[in-house]
């Protein structure tokens, strides 16, 4: 059998917050258990750091995990690369969120450091992607901590100029959909160079390679692999980059793409 390797982004692909889709469809979950059984891999591809991954995502059982938009990849429960912030940038960061009033989130791995759980819009992000609440927290120092990937909550349009100044080409900023919120990853770290390393670790080839997703940090993905599937939801921008354009993240749209591609 010629074992094939399927990557899943995570938010408005196996799940949607922002439309009250909290947890995958029992269709996805069977399909994805089916893709196993088949011998195939299922491996997670997101923006999120491991901190910010539900319980009930985890007990899926995916074959690995591609978190924080490639600046962290693990493999059966190990580290097998990690790209992480810099202090002297984190200090210099920190102290322009702090002097602008931004609020902010350092995403470490096992902890996610929030500047406050007491504002309003902070209060919304973690109640809205379902953050587990016992992997975040608002006391911490920063010289004990690690972060691969930040998160800037914005009050008000004229704060977003400002940050993409600070931030410089070294981190590119991108906004989730209808909220105040931004990542701001690695430019340089894509989810597509974690599939490069994870491949090379499996000794797999791209040509094995299927990837789904919504969102434009998935464009370097779907350029990479052999077949790039858009969920119905995704930015037209994605959808121009796919191999082809499935049903909506809440109408089955993963079931039926594996379907179609003959992986269950």
Not at 89 to 108: A, P, Q, W
């Amino acid at each position: 059998m010629n074992r094939k390797i399927v990557f899943f982004d995570v938010d408005g692909t196996l799940i949607d917050c922002g439309k009250g889709m909290s947890k995958p469809l029992s269709s996805t979950l069977l399909a994805i258990s089916q893709l196993q059984e088949q011998g195939h891999m299922a491996i997670i591809a997101t923006g999120r750091p491991m901190s910010f991954m539900p319980r009930y995502l985890l007990d899926i059982g995916f074959d690995g995990y591609i978190t924080a938009n490639g600046a962290q990849i693990q493999k059966e429960g190990k580290v097998i690369y990690s790209k992480k912030i810099k202090k002297p940038t984190l200090h210099k960061l920190v102290s322009f969120f702090n002097r602008e009033n931004i609020d902010y989130i350092l995403e470490g791995q096992e902890k996610a450091y929030f500047s406050t759980l007491t504002s309003p819009e902070a209060k919304r992000f973690f109640e809205t992607f379902h953050v587990p609440q016992n992997n975040i927290t608002d006391r911490w120092n920063l010289d004990d901590i690690e972060a691969n990937k930040m998160v800037v909550i914005l009050k008000e349009d004229e704060q977003l100029e400002k940050c993409q100044q600070v931030l410089g080409s070294e981190f590119t900023l991108m906004r989730h959909p209808g909220e105040s919120s931004y990542d701001a990853y690695f430019t340089d770290c894509t989810k597509a160079d974690g599939i490069k390393i994870l491949l090379q670790h499996l000794n797999l080839d791209i040509k094995d390679t299927f990837a789904f997703g919504d969102g434009t940090n998935d464009i370097e993905m779907f350029q990479l692999v052999k077949s790039g599937v858009a969920m119905g939801n995704a930015k037209e921008e994605l959808k121009k980059e796919a191999t082809f354009v499935t049903e909506d993240v809440l109408s089955h749209g993963i079931a039926e793409a594996l379907k179609k591609i003959g992986l269950v």
